[in-house]
């Protein structure tokens, strides 16, 4: 079956650092291309790091030289680090892996494993 598990949120103050992990299972990860997407309740989804096969990456402008995206074979889970973080970085963070060489929109329910997503909380 498969699942996605995300996890290591949590409440921080401005400017200090957390470290998501997206763990998968029922399917290798490393063979997919891999994204974290966040959503902020109320408000747009959006995709704001990927990690492809090829180990090429991607950042929103919002995140970069913030966040880095990695990936850990042998554990079947991606991750996340997210330094200096800010207040508007608060949000629900997701994964999922890319589709057909895109991505899925934020949530899209043709894909239909999806996680409870991990609440990060910065505060200013």
């Known amino acids: 079956e498969v699942q996605l598990v995300e996890s290591g949120g949590g409440s921080v103050q401005a400017g200090g650092s957390l470290r998501l992990s997206c763990t998968a299972s029922?399917?290798?990860?490393?063979?997919?291309?891999m994204g974290w997407y966040r959503q902020v309740p109320g408000n747009e989804c959006d995709l704001v790091s990927t990690?492809?096969?090829?180990?090429?990456?991607s950042y929103a402008d919002s995140v970069k030289g913030r966040f880095t995206i990695s990936q850990d074979n042998a554990k079947n889970t991606v991750y996340l680090q997210m330094n200096s973080l800010k207040p508007e970085d608060t949000a629900v963070y997701y994964c999922?892996?890319?589709?057909?060489?895109?991505?899925?929109?934020?949530?899209?329910?043709?894909?239909?494993?999806w996680g409870q997503g991990t609440q990060v909380t910065v505060a200013s």
């Open positions: 999922a892996p890319g589709a057909g060489g895109g991505w899925y929109a934020c949530l899209d329910p043709t894909f239909a494993y």
């Open positions: 029922g399917f290798t990860a490393d063979d997919f291309d």
């Open positions: 990690i492809r096969t090829d180990g090429s990456t």
